[in-house]
């Protein structure tokens, strides 16, 4: 079992525990965070993943995440990445996230280790570090997730969904289907705008290959 670990959430986690601490203890908290995870999961190798420096998602919406600007970063964020990229093999996203990475990785033979509730549209092995829960995730549950955010957008990461719809009313009209295809025409049907919708789906899709953009499909399909 290979442990697909959410590198970014480690940094900031184990950064701001140490805020009034050198630098080492930080890392140190990071080393640990890790060994607990690889035992937990009982996993041979591990891969982590780091967001780099570019995202497609900001040429695509330039406002994608700007709820977050201004917000203090812990103090020993960066050092801690830099520590897990040299002393842990930890990898770099190019044009994307950690998050897009990871969904990559999955296999039937990896677990998914962060707490970030995004990746719950990736079927598969999943464990929260924080709850220290094994779950797992199957494709139309997945597909599912999706959707739901589709309608509900994500306050988090400053994406909208359809006014008016929050978790409740999004549960209610996707319970009128069963399969992806129906999900996604109920989905569609609440989009006044097809731009806006394929603006929406391609910054909440988590990718499953690379350079996995998601795309509305054709009006006649």
Same mark, same amino acid.
């Given at each position: 079992?290979?442990? *697909?670990?959410?590198?970014d959430?480690? #940094?900031?986690? =184990? #950064? #701001?525990?140490?805020?009034? %601490?050198?630098?080492?203890?930080?890392t140190?908290? $990071?080393?640990?965070?890790?060994?607990?995870?690889?035992? $937990?999961?009982k996993?041979? /190798?591990?891969?982590?993943?780091?967001s780099?420096?570019?995202?497609?998602?900001?040429?695509?919406?330039?406002?994608?995440? $700007?709820s977050? &600007?201004?917000?203090?970063?812990?103090?020993?964020?960066?050092?801690?990445?830099?520590?897990? /990229? =040299?002393?842990?093999?930890?990898?770099?996203?190019?044009?994307?996230?950690?998050?897009?990475?990871?969904?990559?990785g999955?296999? %039937?033979?990896?677990?998914?280790?962060?707490?970030? @509730?995004d *990746?719950?549209?990736?079927?598969?092995?999943?464990?929260?570090?924080? @709850?220290?829960?094994?779950?797992?995730?199957?494709y139309?549950?997945?597909?599912?997730?999706?959707?739901q955010q589709m309608?509900?957008?994500? =306050?988090?990461?400053n994406?909208?969904?359809v006014?008016?719809?929050g #978790? +409740? +009313?999004?549960?209610? *009209? &996707?319970?009128?289907?069963?399969?992806?295809?129906?999900?996604?025409?109920?989905?569609?049907?609440?989009?006044?705008?097809n %731009? %806006?919708?394929? *603006?929406?789906?391609?910054?909440?899709?988590?990718?499953r290959?690379?350079?996995?953009?998601?795309? &509305?499909?054709?009006?006649?399909?």
């Amino acid at each position: 079992m290979r442990a *697909l670990i959410d590198g970014d959430i480690v #940094a900031i986690r =184990t #950064a #701001a525990t140490a805020e009034n %601490e050198e630098l080492w203890i930080a890392t140190s908290r $990071a080393s640990s965070l890790i060994d607990e995870i690889i035992t $937990a999961v009982k996993a041979d /190798s591990v891969e982590i993943w780091l967001s780099g420096d570019t995202n497609f998602r900001y040429r695509v919406y330039p406002e994608y995440k $700007a709820s977050r &600007l201004g917000m203090k970063r812990p103090k020993w964020e960066k050092e801690v990445k830099q520590y897990l /990229s =040299t002393d842990w093999n930890a990898n770099w996203s190019v044009d994307c996230e950690a998050d897009d990475m990871l969904g990559v990785g999955s296999t %039937e033979d990896t677990i998914i280790c962060t707490i970030d @509730k995004d *990746l719950n549209q990736i079927p598969g092995l999943h464990y929260n570090f924080v @709850k220290k829960e094994i779950y797992e995730v199957d494709y139309l549950e997945g597909m599912r997730f999706f959707y739901q955010q589709m309608l509900t957008g994500d =306050t988090v990461d400053n994406i909208k969904g359809v006014s008016g719809i929050g #978790a +409740k +009313k999004a549960e209610k *009209l &996707l319970s009128q289907g069963e399969t992806e295809e129906e999900w996604y025409d109920i989905v569609r049907d609440q989009y006044s705008c097809n %731009e %806006e919708m394929e *603006l929406n789906g391609q910054c909440l899709w988590i990718w499953r290959k690379l350079n996995d953009i998601w795309k &509305l499909k054709s009006i006649e399909s």
